[in-house]
Every structure is written in structure tokens, then in C-alpha cells.
């Protein structure tokens, strides 16, 4: 059974950072995509940073360019969001999300990922 656990979300003040991490199990191999979602209460969630795994290439919000850096440790089965600059508006739930099926080795655009963690609270206060 595949399991997505994140770690290390908290409250920070503006201006901070936290690096959230997200390991993978339960695998028989390792999935195309992963990214990081994140959902403030009363919006719709937003996908912040993606990962095509096998290729390393990367693609981050707007809001959240040059500011978070999406990396992953395939030794540890890890997703990692280094998160700087931390603003009031990144407050939300931060889930991780993995895709393994066969057509995200062509993309992994969109939100329609096929596991999610459980999510972890980052708190940004001005």
C-alpha cells in the first residue's frame, strides 16, 4: 500500500522559512510526478511546485517563484519544498501528492494526482 507522510510544516513569522518534507512507501517503482498542493481555508487548492521525477524538471506557481524550491533524494524516497520569504497569504495546508501512471510520463500539469499525503499546517503571521 502506497503511504505519502509529510513532515515539517509550523508557524513562522512573515519573512521565515521551513522546509517541508515528504517520503514516499509502499512503491514497487517510483511514480512519474510528485508536487506539492496547498489549500487555505475557503479557496480552492493550488498546486505550488511539481516534480517530473525521472527527469528532474521542476515548475512552481507564480505566487511562489523564487521564493520555494521543490528537490527530491531518491535514495530516501524524498520530496523536499524548501519554502523562504514566507508571506501571510502561504498560509495554508500543504499536501504531497504522486502520480504513477503511465500517461504523467508525458506531463505532470494539473491537480489530479493519484496519491496525497495527509497534509501538514503552515502558519504565516505578519
Known amino acids: 500500500q502506497v503511504h505519502l507522510v509529510e513532515s515539517g510544516g509550523g508557524s513562522v513569522q512573515a519573512g521565515g522559512s521551513l522546509r517541508l518534507s515528504c517520503t514516499a512507501s509502499?512503491?514497487?517503482?517510483?511514480?512519474?510526478?510528485m508536487g506539492w498542493f496547498r489549500q487555505a481555508p475557503g479557496k480552492e487548492r493550488e498546486a505550488v511546485a511539481r516534480?517530473?521525477?525521472?527527469?528532474?524538471?521542476?515548475d512552481y506557481a507564480d505566487s511562489v517563484k523564487d521564493r520555494f524550491i521543490i528537490s527530491q533524494d531518491t535514495d530516501k524516497h524524498t520530496l523536499y519544498l524548501e519554502m523562504n520569504s514566507l508571506q501571510p497569504a502561504d498560509t495554508a495546508v500543504y499536501s504531497c501528492?504522486?502520480?504513477?501512471?503511465?500517461?504523467?510520463?508525458?506531463?505532470?500539469?494539473?491537480?489530479?494526482?493519484?496519491?496525497w499525503g495527509q497534509g501538514t499546517q503552515v502558519t504565516v503571521s505578519s
Open positions: 509502499g512503491y514497487a517503482r517510483r511514480p512519474y510526478c
Open positions: 516534480m517530473s521525477i525521472g527527469r528532474g524538471t521542476t
Open positions: 501528492a504522486a502520480d504513477g501512471r503511465v500517461w504523467r510520463l508525458r506531463t505532470c500539469a494539473g491537480s489530479d494526482y493519484n496519491d
